[in-house]
């Protein structure tokens, strides 16, 4: 039924924009001696999902910002942990005393927000620089467990890799995502991968990038976080091609052609920047944004969305980005 649903959309040869002039109906390590303690939870990965990035150092703030500037969003995501350590808000999150982690965490676990680190984002570039895939699991896995976090996020970047197409970059993110989980098993901790929505093109890649990796590894992965931004000045950057349609240039690669490649709806978060300065092209108004979510609601979609990056992005942002679909 969805499939066909998507085949007819495609079909219908009318202008998106005119349908978008009015809105739409619709047991663990201790961590300096105190043990940390976790239990399963079947729930982690319900969607919808609201993430935000943190890489930007904020005067004033050391560590996460209160859950009052965030309220909206149900993960944040510290970036980043590299291969050659924690950096930036990462490494903020190692600087505060265990009792602050502690007392953050517990507001945050309150607030319904998860805590998770965002693995490599651009400037790493783990397959091509000869890292270990499962010795970098083991160390990362490692790291979220000894300080208290939820889980991880994969923003894995390595384009020289894929570009490749010879099949390493997929095989590379495949053996580091099983170890991640013999390490963060599934319903305890959160393991999300953020692929750039061309990866889901297919035949555009020798290895079959994020397509390979999902029929590989999907399982394993609770949802992604999509970049739509970043792939040129004109992609993603109406409904109908971030929805419906995407662009000769990364055919196939809207919401809706990417569940039709079989990668499941539910798991397709939708990402976007906060501001025009927080990425070179693909950037949306709130207005715009909500418009296009209730109309992915409206053809059964409920993953959620994803923005780079704190504080650009904050609880006005979410507020006015859900208010036509789920609101806060």
């Known amino acids: 039924m969805f499939a066909l649903l998507v085949l007819a959309l495609l079909g219908f040869s009318f202008k998106m924009d005119s349908v978008l ?6 047991t ?10 976790i239990s399963p939870n ?5 969607s ?6 943190s890489d930007r150092s904020v005067s004033g703030l050391t560590g996460p910002p209160p859950v009052s500037e965030i309220e909206g969003f149900n993960v944040f995501a510290l970036s980043f942990l590299l291969v050659a350590g924690a ?3 990462a490494q903020a999150w190692t600087q505060l005393t265990p009792t602050r982690r502690a007392t953050i965490k517990a507001e945050y676990a309150a607030a319904g927000i998860k805590l998770i680190v965002s693995l490599f984002g651009s400037t790493d570039a783990p397959t091509s620089n000869g890292a270990d895939p499962i010795a970098t699991a083991n160390t990362m896995a490692d790291w979220v467990i000894q300080y208290g976090l939820d889980g991880v996020d994969v923003d894995y970047e ?26 963060l098993p599934q319903g305890i901790f959160l393991l999300t991968h953020a692929p750039v929505a061309p990866w889901f093109s297919p035949g555009q890649f020798g290895g079959g ?4 990796v999902d029929s590989t590894v999907g399982s394993l992965i609770d949802w992604y976080n999509l970049q739509f931004y970043n792939q040129g000045a004109d992609e993603y950057t109406t409904c109908a091609g971030l929805l419906i349609n995407s662009s000769s240039t990364w055919p196939q690669s809207a919401l809706f052609q990417i569940a039709a490649s079989g990668v499941p709806l539910e798991k397709l978060v939708i990402g976007k920047p906060a501001t025009t300065s927080d990425a070179s092209n693909g ?9 296009c979510l209730s109309i992915a609601k409206n053809f059964g979609w409920s993953a959620g969305a994803m923005v780079w990056e704190f504080p650009d992005a904050n609880s006005t942002w979410i507020s006015s980005v859900r208010r036509l679909s789920f609101p806060v």
């Open 283 to 291: 950037f949306m108004s709130t207005s715009t944004l909500a418009r």
């Open 158 to 183: 390595d384009f020289d890799a894929i570009n490749a197409g010879d099949g390493k970059a997929e095989a590379w993110l495949a053996s580091f995502t099983r170890q991640l989980r013999v390490k």
């Open 87 to 89: 950096f930036d808000q």
């Open 42 to 46: 079947t729930t982690l990965a319900h």
């Open 21 to 26: 002039s009015s809105p739409v109906k619709s």
């Open 28 to 37: 663990h390590p201790r961590e300096n001696g105190t043990e940390v303690s």
């Open 209 to 212: 990038a994020y397509l390979t």
């Open 48 to 53: 919808p999902h609201w993430v935000i990035y």
